[in-house]
């Protein structure tokens, strides 16, 4: 599999709330940032309007020993092994359109909030 890194986004199917493996049934798929990774998995970020089950709080001890960005302290986060993703997107390869969600390989976000619209959303809202 791909080396990962923090900053790259991975996908992840979830069933119940829950993230499942890519082969198994699942309720709908979702795209999390990498924060940490380790020899079997990796740590995502959660954002607060994501509900996964088995993400717990970033604290400082755990942010210092896994070395991830200070700006996740006290944000929520769940660990995952490798074979539960279903998808990778390596920081280099693209961006998502925060709008149309669809993926745009080698652009760069270009928001000040570091999201991406693309030029077909840019140029029409209502698309
Ligand atoms: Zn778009």
């Known amino acids: 599999?791909?080396?990962?890194?923090p900053g790259d986004q991975?996908?992840?199917r979830i069933k119940s709330a829950a993230i499942v493996s890519p082969y198994h049934s699942y309720d709908e798929s979702k795209t999390f940032e990498v924060i940490a990774v380790d020899n079997g998995g990796c740590y995502l970020y959660?954002?607060?309007?994501?509900?996964?089950?088995?993400s717990v709080v970033?604290?400082?001890?755990?942010?210092k020993t896994l070395s991830i960005?200070?700006?996740?302290?006290g944000e929520q986060f769940v660990y995952i092994l490798e074979n539960l993703i279903a998808n990778i997107h390596q920081?280099?390869?693209g961006?998502?359109?925060k709008v149309c969600n669809e993926f745009y390989q080698f652009a760069e976000p270009n928001r000040k909030d570091k999201t991406f619209i693309c030029f077909s959303c840019r140029a029409n809202p209502y698309r």
Do not use: N, S
């Open 1 to 5: 599999m791909t080396k990962l890194k």
């Open 10 to 12: 991975v996908e992840c």
């Open 46 to 54: 959660v954002p607060h309007y994501y509900l996964v089950k088995g």
């Open 58 to 63: 970033l604290d400082a001890y755990r942010r």
């Open 69 to 73: 960005d200070p700006k996740f302290l």
């Open 91 to 93: 920081q280099t390869d």
């Open 95 to 97: 961006v998502f359109c």
